[in-house]
Nanobody
């Protein structure tokens, strides 16, 4: 079993920056990709960014490309989402996910087995 936990959400003004951190743990956590998704009330959970287990491949949603950067720590059990030039439409509950997902499928929500509880990001205008 793998446990996933996010941290770092909060309130920020438009144009500002915020970093989200995700930590995965569990004896079965090995070659897991890690990803961030977000959800607002009444909408489906949408892909934000992902990084492959060996950090060679990253993927981003078009809406965040050029503003968000995803990376992994040296021990690969952590994933950092650096969010810049934030906009009010970035406000959402952000979820970290982990799974043994091949690089070609990183954007697919259904391929991730383990999810955190979410951390709220609110961007004021």
């Amino acid at each position: 079993q793998v446990q996933v936990e996010e941290s770092g959400g909060g309130l920020v003004q438009a144009g500002g920056s915020l970093n989200l951190s995700c930590t995965a743990s569990g004896r079965t956590f090995r070659n897991h990709a890690m990803a961030w998704f977000r959800q607002t009330p009444g909408k489906e959970r949408e892909f934000v960014g992902a990084i492959s287990w060996n950090t060679n491949v990253t993927r981003y949603a078009d809406t965040v490309k050029g503003r968000f950067v995803i990376s992994r720590g040296n021990v690969r059990t952590t994933a950092l989402l650096q969010m810049g030039d934030l906009k009010p439409e970035d406000s959402a509950l952000y979820y970290c996910a982990a799974g043994e997902v091949p690089a070609r499928l990183l954007t697919g929500r259904i391929y991730y087995n383990y999810w955190g509880q979410g951390t709220q990001v609110t961007v004021s205008s």
